[in-house]
Protein backbone atom coordinates (compact mmCIF):
# COMPACT_ATOMS: atom_id res chain seq x y z
CA UNK A 1 0.00 0.00 0.00
CA UNK A 2 1.23 3.54 -1.06
CA UNK A 3 2.11 5.11 1.92
CA UNK A 4 -0.08 7.93 2.94
CA UNK A 5 -3.15 5.72 1.95
CA UNK A 6 -5.52 4.28 4.54
CA UNK A 7 -7.45 1.04 3.73
CA UNK A 8 -11.06 0.94 4.63
CA UNK A 9 -10.16 -2.93 5.48
CA UNK A 10 -7.45 -2.33 7.85
CA UNK A 11 -7.16 -5.25 9.72
CA UNK A 12 -4.15 -5.08 12.63
CA UNK A 13 -1.17 -2.63 12.82
CA UNK A 14 2.05 -2.97 14.08
CA UNK A 15 2.93 -0.47 16.99
CA UNK A 16 6.64 -0.82 18.85
CA UNK A 17 6.71 0.12 22.32
CA UNK A 18 9.88 -0.48 24.69
CA UNK A 19 9.69 -2.97 27.04
CA UNK A 20 8.98 -0.85 30.03
CA UNK A 21 6.34 0.91 27.97
CA UNK A 22 4.30 -2.66 27.32
CA UNK A 23 4.43 -3.43 30.80
CA UNK A 24 2.97 -0.13 31.89
CA UNK A 25 0.46 -0.54 29.11
CA UNK A 26 -0.15 -4.67 30.45
CA UNK A 27 -0.46 -3.47 34.09
CA UNK A 28 -3.60 -1.07 32.93
CA UNK A 29 -5.14 -3.64 30.70
CA UNK A 30 -5.25 -6.27 33.85
CA UNK A 31 -6.60 -3.01 35.76
CA UNK A 32 -8.74 -2.69 33.84
CA UNK A 33 -10.12 -6.16 32.91
CA UNK A 34 -9.08 -6.37 29.75
CA UNK A 35 -5.90 -7.48 27.01
CA UNK A 36 -3.45 -5.03 25.51
CA UNK A 37 -4.62 -4.61 22.11
CA UNK A 38 -8.36 -3.75 23.44
CA UNK A 39 -6.56 -1.38 25.95
CA UNK A 40 -4.30 0.17 23.08
CA UNK A 41 -7.70 0.78 20.52
CA UNK A 42 -9.40 2.03 23.49
CA UNK A 43 -6.73 4.67 23.63
CA UNK A 44 -6.48 5.92 20.16
CA UNK A 45 -10.13 6.12 20.19
CA UNK A 46 -10.65 8.15 22.78
CA UNK A 47 -8.01 10.15 21.46
CA UNK A 48 -9.82 10.42 17.83
CA UNK A 49 -12.82 11.63 20.01
CA UNK A 50 -11.09 14.13 21.57
CA UNK A 51 -9.31 15.69 18.69
CA UNK A 52 -13.05 15.80 17.49
CA UNK A 53 -14.19 17.51 20.61
CA UNK A 54 -11.41 20.53 20.71
CA UNK A 55 -11.67 21.21 16.95
CA UNK A 56 -14.98 21.72 17.14
CA UNK A 57 -14.32 23.64 20.21
CA UNK A 58 -11.69 25.99 18.49
CA UNK A 59 -14.28 26.64 15.59
CA UNK A 60 -16.91 27.94 17.75
CA UNK A 61 -14.33 29.93 19.64
CA UNK A 62 -13.10 31.37 15.94
CA UNK A 63 -17.10 31.60 15.29
CA UNK A 64 -18.02 33.65 18.86
CA UNK A 65 -14.82 35.93 18.06
CA UNK A 66 -16.28 36.33 14.83
CA UNK A 67 -19.50 37.76 16.31
CA UNK A 68 -17.58 40.14 18.45
CA UNK A 69 -18.46 37.63 21.18
CA UNK A 70 -14.85 38.07 23.95
CA UNK A 71 -14.43 36.52 27.42
CA UNK A 72 -11.73 38.09 30.17
CA UNK A 73 -8.27 36.35 29.42
CA UNK A 74 -8.59 35.27 33.43
CA UNK A 75 -11.73 33.35 32.11
CA UNK A 76 -10.25 32.07 28.95
CA UNK A 77 -7.21 30.71 31.13
CA UNK A 78 -10.14 28.73 33.31
CA UNK A 79 -11.86 27.37 31.07
CA UNK A 80 -8.41 26.59 28.67
CA UNK A 81 -7.07 24.38 31.78
CA UNK A 82 -10.49 22.75 32.13
CA UNK A 83 -10.60 21.28 28.61
CA UNK A 84 -7.41 20.14 28.74
CA UNK A 85 -8.00 18.57 32.48
CA UNK A 86 -10.21 16.43 31.38
Known amino acids: MPQGTVSRNL ?14 LSSLAAKEGTNLA ?3 KQA ?3 LILRDDVFR ?3 REGI ?3 DRGEF ?15 L
Do not use: H, W
Not at 11 to 24: D, L, S, V
Not at 71 to 85: A, C, G, L, N, P
Open 11 to 24: KAMEIQFTPEQEAR
Open 71 to 85: IEETEMDSRFERMVS
Open 63 to 65: AQA
Open 56 to 58: ATV
Open 44 to 46: ALY
Open 38 to 40: RLV
